[in-house]
Nanobody
């Protein structure tokens, strides 16, 4: 079973940037579609971005479009979330999630489609 460890969170001023990293334990990382999901204080879980196993297909929530970039390096078993122009409302715990895929090179953009989750990394944006 794949284990996911997020890092890169922290405190940043509004307008700043952070790069989140999710390291996977699984050597067959390229069999997983990946996603980033966040949960802000007092808020419901919100899907942020998703990427297919090849990296060729990407999805962004409206709140992330134009500011966030998801990418992956299968050779390093790692997925990234570059977050620019951060806003106070981006404050949340960010979770990395993985879903096993067989042959399809698709992304998945609902949290319930992911069976493996990391512990999360906290992002705090000060206004």
């Amino acid at each position: 079973q794949v284990q996911l460890v997020e890092s890169g969170g922290g405190l940043v001023q509004a307008g700043g940037a952070l790069r989140l990293t999710c390291a996977a334990s699984e050597r067959t990382f390229n069999k997983y579609a990946m996603g980033w999901i966040r949960q802000g204080p007092g808020k419901e879980r919100e899907f942020v971005a998703a990427i297919s196993w090849s990296g060729g297909k990407i999805y962004y929530a409206e709140s992330a479009k134009g500011r966030f970039t998801i990418s992956r390096d299968n050779a390093k078993n790692t997925v990234y979330l570059q977050m620019n122009s951060l806003k106070f409302k981006d404050t949340a715990v960010y979770y990395c999630a993985a879903r096993v895929v067989d042959y399809s090179d698709n992304y998945y953009y609902t949290a319930g489609e992911y069976g493996h989750w990391g512990q999360g990394t906290r992002v705090t944006v000060s206004s």
